[in-house]
């Protein structure tokens, strides 16, 4: 059982002393991530295992967890008291029975003050525009409340430095095919005295950012064919006029737009080199990741 937490002293007590009646017999970590309160002392106090990383955020924390931690079933969720962890025991169930390697617990909110409005727009949009690169996604991409098998935490590189680590969890299932699944969990507004570290915009910033960047290095050929094409087209733009005008004169009077529809069909044919070039790199590292996958062990039932 693995819980980051940011300085949530009034919180953490509450999260494991509920993910213990869950899961009496499971060593539970918590990850201090530069708590300034008394976070830590509540944690032990609470009877779990305390550890810290000092590089600040969320995708750091993450990164340190999995490569610390050795166990055939991982639990992730916020030291924060917001997920239900009554759910938690059905989310492993499920992973084990059917063979999968994630679960992701799907928020389902009953007070505003538990999810933001913007939140909730930012979720979809991106969900969204994650299905629509990537051919399909989850109904709650930024959901911090999700099981684990080891194949998957082990092949996990962890490239994310904060809160747009969900994304990347996520690209990484869908990219190496992994059988994953959902259940749906109740999302509890944070107790008295526990806030949320999230900014509507400019985390909002830092996730899109981070899905282009995937999308570069995840489907080359498609993002610089997109650049290739869009440059071939204002070459061709502006060429064809050119064109008319030698085939009628023998003539071409603006030499300086030839020299700038030459470069940008140059620039086209960069760009698609390209991606030709990057896909063939991204086919073999996803072939070296997917060996990585398939080295460990599955959770699959007896």
């Given at each position: 059982m693995l819980l980051p937490c940011y300085n949530e002293e009034a919180a953490i007590a509450q999260t494991v002393a509920s993910f213990r009646a869950a899961f009496p017999a499971a060593a539970i970590h918590v990850y201090d991530n530069n708590s300034r309160d008394r976070t830590i002392e509540v944690a032990r106090e609470a009877g779990a295992i305390v550890r810290s990383e000092r590089m600040q955020g969320k995708g750091n924390v993450v990164r340190r967890m999995f490569a610390d931690v050795d166990a055939d079933i991982y639990v992730m969720a916020d030291g924060d008291a917001t997920y239900d962890a009554s759910v938690a025991p059905l989310m492993v169930d499920r992973l084990v029975q059917e063979g999968l390697d994630m679960i992701v617990g799907t928020r389902v909110h009953e007070a505003a003050e538990a999810y933001r409005r913007g939140h909730v727009l930012g979720n979809r949009a991106m969900t969204g525009l994650l299905a629509q690169l990537f051919g399909r996604s989850f109904t709650d991409?930024?959901?911090?409340?999700?099981?684990?098998?080891?194949?998957?935490?082990?092949?996990?590189?962890?490239?994310?430095?904060?809160?747009?680590?969900?994304?990347?969890?996520?690209?990484?299932?869908?990219?190496?095919?992994?059988?994953?699944?959902?259940?749906?969990?109740?999302?509890?507004?944070?107790?008295?005295?526990?806030?949320?570290?999230?900014?509507?915009?400019?985390?909002?910033?830092?996730?899109?950012?981070?899905?282009?960047?995937?999308?570069?290095?995840?489907?080359?050929?498609?993002?610089?064919?997109?650049?290739?094409?869009?440059?071939?087209?204002?070459?061709?733009?502006?060429?064809?006029?050119?064109?008319?005008?030698?085939?009628?004169?023998?003539?071409?009077?603006?030499?300086?737009?030839?020299?700038?529809?030459?470069?940008?069909?140059?620039?086209?044919?960069?760009?698609?080199?390209?991606?030709?070039?990057?896909?063939?790199?991204?086919r073999g590292r996803r072939e070296v990741r997917r060996l990585a996958y398939l080295a460990q062990p599955g959770p699959f039932s007896d």
């Open positions: 991409i930024f959901s911090g409340y999700r099981v684990f098998s080891r194949r998957f935490v082990k092949s996990f590189p962890v490239l994310s430095s904060g809160f747009e680590i969900e994304t990347e969890i996520s690209v990484h299932a869908l990219e190496l095919k992994m059988p994953v699944g959902e259940v749906e969990t109740r999302y509890f507004a944070r107790p008295e005295g526990s806030a949320s570290k999230l900014n509507t915009y400019r985390d909002g910033f830092r996730i899109a950012k981070t899905i282009a960047v995937l999308y570069r290095i995840e489907r080359p050929m498609l993002f610089f064919g997109f650049i290739a094409t869009v440059f071939a087209m204002m070459a061709v733009l502006l060429a064809v006029p050119l064109v008319i005008t030698y085939l009628s004169t023998g003539l071409v009077p603006r030499f300086p737009t030839a020299i700038l529809a030459t470069g940008m069909m140059i620039l086209a044919f960069l760009n698609l080199f390209t991606g030709l070039i990057l896909d063939t790199v991204v």
